[in-house]
């Protein structure tokens, strides 16, 4: 069974630091892109990072442009680092694989999902 396990949410206080990870099960993701997604109550999910198969191409949502970065291992393993942290970032946060190899903020592209981790800042 194809699994994304998503850990290292927690509480934090605003300013501060999180680090997700993503591991994958059942299978690598070594080909596909990989995205981060999050969805905070009351809301839709939306489209956090995403990153090539091989790391050379990069997106971010504006929201968190110059605070987070997405990174990745060749085994398909995939990494947020998120600084700066704002009470606005409170939210569930999911890792996802698309079946393709570049990447994209369109939830449609991707067919493999974690079940999320919650991250909650502190004001």
């Known amino acids: 069974q194809v699994q994304l396990a998503e850990s290292g949410g927690g509480l934090v206080q605003a300013g501060g630091s999180l680090r997700l990870s993503c591991a994958a099960s059942g299978r690598t993701f070594s080909n596909n892109a990989l995205g981060w997604f999050r969805q905070a109550p009351g809301k839709e999910r939306e489209f956090v990072a995403a990153i090539s198969w091989r790391g050379g191409l990069i997106y971010y949502a504006d929201s968190v442009k110059g605070r987070f970065t997405v990174s990745r291992t060749n085994a398909g393993n995939t990494y947020l680092q998120m600084n700066s942290l704002k009470p606005d970032d409170t939210a569930v946060y999911y890792c996802?694989?698309?079946?393709?190899?570049?990447?994209?903020?369109?939830?449609?592209?991707?067919?493999?999902w974690g079940q999320g981790t919650q991250v909650t800042v502190s004001s």
């Open positions: 996802a694989a698309t079946n393709i190899d570049y990447p994209s903020s369109d939830s449609t592209a991707y067919g493999f």
